[in-house]
């Protein structure tokens, strides 16, 4: 078993060597600018953009021609909010978002603030689910926008994508979803569930990084989002700049691969997950669970342990890639923007791991991850004052602290 273990297949996955093996010629060989018309150089690398698109369309119940390149999922999240905000500012300049949105989704919603635009921030309940009745009463006539994710990337909560495009599509609003954490992973269906624009990115799934799609529907209704980068006109004028035909390539291979074992993979994994919680509630004690119990993305497991620090909890683990929700956030130890609008405290925001599982985990290396982390666990709860006056049944929460 090679070391370190790699668990952390959310933030990123390795590339497939399958798909290396497709973007190769293409570096090399059919080195063609996709956008010469005028030569085989530019049309056989065409022809590759052209076949990737379909396939990454089709995935997610699309056509190829709705399919835009960019550099990642974080340029697709801006082009669609700040894309639709602009054209359709003449309807209103209403968002409604959650909290627990990724960065590159909040982000440009709180630039569009500064602007003039209003934005509603849902609530999120105790499992980071939204409320639809909330979504619905929040819905008004200036409303241009709805932007809710698949598949929170920290806690690994779903959305009920089918209601939310029933109701945005009845009220005659867009639907945006950052669909990062779910395509290739969970089913998608953008006609299914009336999503009108959908983020994705390659290296999620086993595909290269710096490229990306933004699925931007044609019909029923055309959407229109105004670019947020000009030149060339490539792209429908959606997107300009020379596209990554290598990348391009990659990550249609990386899509196809995905959607071939989609069920099975999931299965697996959520085998891989429960037994590794079960292992871990199974030695200790105030393991609590972060994200909905069942509605979850197959390959995410984040836990917050009770009494122990998470700095020296990532420590104590530290040949095991995982990752944290106490990691500095511009050098101030900032707990999980995610986990507080859950409503989870500080102590267990900061002590909270998340595990992800891929195509390459092993059951032998989640069996070595969960005796990592129960050693760890118990050991610096050995030293913690805190833990032992729990066992000794103190309520924490009634005892007065002074200090000297």
């Known amino acids: 078993m090679k070391q370190p273990i790699y668990l952390d297949y959310n933030a990123t996955t390795p590339t497939d060597p399958r798909v290396v093996e497709a973007m190769l010629p293409f570096f090399t060989e059919i080195y063609g600018n996709a956008a010469s018309r ?8 065409e022809e590759g953009v052209s076949k990737a698109r379909n396939i990454i369309g089709e995935a997610i119940g699309a056509t190829g021609k709705e399919i835009v390149f960019t550099s990642g999922a974080t340029e697709s999240d801006n082009m669609a909010v700040l894309g639709v905000a602009e054209f359709y500012h003449e309807k209103g300049k209403h968002i409604i978002t959650s909290p627990i949105e990724h960065k590159a989704v909040v982000d440009p919603c709180q630039a569009l603030e500064q602007k003039g635009y209003e934005i509603t921030f849902l609530d999120v309940d105790e499992h980071g689910r939204i409320d639809l009745k909330q979504l619905e009463a929040s819905i008004r006539e200036d ?22 495009g029933q109701m945005t599509r009845e009220r005659g609003v867009l639907f945006h979803c950052d ?20 983020s994705m990115t390659a290296h999620k799934i086993y595909g290269p990084k710096g490229i990306g799609a933004l699925y931007v529907r044609r ?24 596209l990554n035909v ?9 899509i196809e691969l995905a959607m071939e074992e989609i069920s099975s993979e999931a299965e697996r994994q959520i085998g891989l997950r429960q037994h590794l919680y079960k292992r871990l509630t199974d ?36 040949e095991i890639a995982v990752s944290s929700g106490s990691a ?12 507080r609008s859950m409503g989870v405290g500080d102590d267990l925001a900061h002590s909270s791991v998340r595990f992800g599982f891929g195509r390459y985990t092993t059951m032998e290396e ?37 200090s000297h």
């Open 38 to 45: 005028n030569h085989s150089f530019g049309w056989t690398a």
């Open 143 to 164: 409303t241009v926008l709805v932007s809710l994710m698949a598949g929170n990337n920290e806690i690994g909560t779903l959305n009920p994508l089918t209601e939310i």
């Open 179 to 198: 669909a990062t954490q779910g395509v290739g992973k969970i089913p998608i269906d953008v006609e299914a569930m009336n999503i009108d624009l959908l």
């Open 219 to 242: 019909k029923k209704p055309r959407v229109r989002i105004t670019p947020i980068m000009f030149g060339g006109g490539h792209e429908r004028g959606f997107r300009s700049g020379t």
């Open 246 to 254: 290598p990348g391009i390539v990659g990550f249609g291979k990386a």
């Open 283 to 318: 030695e200790l004690d105030y393991v609590f669970l972060n994200g909905h119990p069942t509605e979850r993305l197959p390959n995410n497991l984040n836990l917050s342990f009770g009494y122990v620090e998470g700095e020296s909890l990532m420590m104590g683990i530290s």
């Open 328 to 339: 500095c956030t511009s050098a101030s130890l900032e707990p999980s923007y995610v986990l």
């Open 366 to 402: 989640v069996n070595y991850a969960a005796d990592k982390v129960i050693g760890a666990v118990k050991r610096l709860r050995e030293m913690s004052p805190l833990y032992e006056m729990v066992q000794e049944g103190v309520d924490l929460s009634k005892v007065t602290w002074t």
